[in-house]
């Protein structure tokens, strides 16, 4: 009896680097997990005290090391546990958008949401939607193009 020896071809995956807040949608993500619900693992999750915290800086660093794309997702408008986090966030996302394009960040790689801790068929959702576009979109080489540019630039004016 010959055996067959099938090659399985790896899949490309996308890498999604989630900003979530502790007190919402960490906790979405967690019920999704308790409740056994699968989602794509293109994720990796990482946890904030609030949507407040974010920085411009902490997107551009996830892509910069390689994410092809970035999610932000924290409590609903009215329920941020420091009260006013996510309205901040929200505030300073219609600002970090315009200095993120300038950058030369691909706005189609970046999503922002609202999940709540019982919300987990949403962040299911959500990071299914998410993780399609950018299979879609593919491998996120421009921004290492960017980045090698600056280097560039940096050695020339450092002269
Ligand atoms: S604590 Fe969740 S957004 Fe502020």
Redesign the pocket.
């Known amino acids: 009896m010959s055996e067959e020896k099938t090659e399985k071809k790896e899949e490309w995956k996308p890498r999604l680097v989630a900003y979530v807040?502790?007190?919402?949608t960490y906790g979405g993500a967690d019920l999704a997990g308790t409740s056994r619900l699968t989602y794509d693992t293109s994720v990796r999750a990482i946890k904030l005290?609030?949507?407040?915290r974010i920085d411009p800086l902490f997107i551009i660093k996830a892509f910069e090391r390689g994410a092809d794309g970035v999610l932000i997702s924290?409590?609903h408008p009215g329920d941020?546990?420091?009260n006013t986090?996510?309205y901040h966030?929200r505030r300073r996302w219609t600002t970090f958008r315009s200095l993120l394009d300038f950058s030369g960040i691909d706005m189609r790689r970046l999503h922002f949401s609202w999940i709540s801790a019982a919300e987990a068929g949403k962040w299911v959702e959500v990071i299914n939607e998410v993780s399609t576009n950018l299979k879609e979109l593919g491998p996120y080489k421009e921004f290492k193009a960017i980045t090698e540019k600056k280097e560039e630039y940096d050695r020339v004016f450092a002269q």
């Open positions: 807040c502790n007190w919402c005290p609030c949507t407040g924290g409590c941020c546990h420091y986090g996510n966030a």
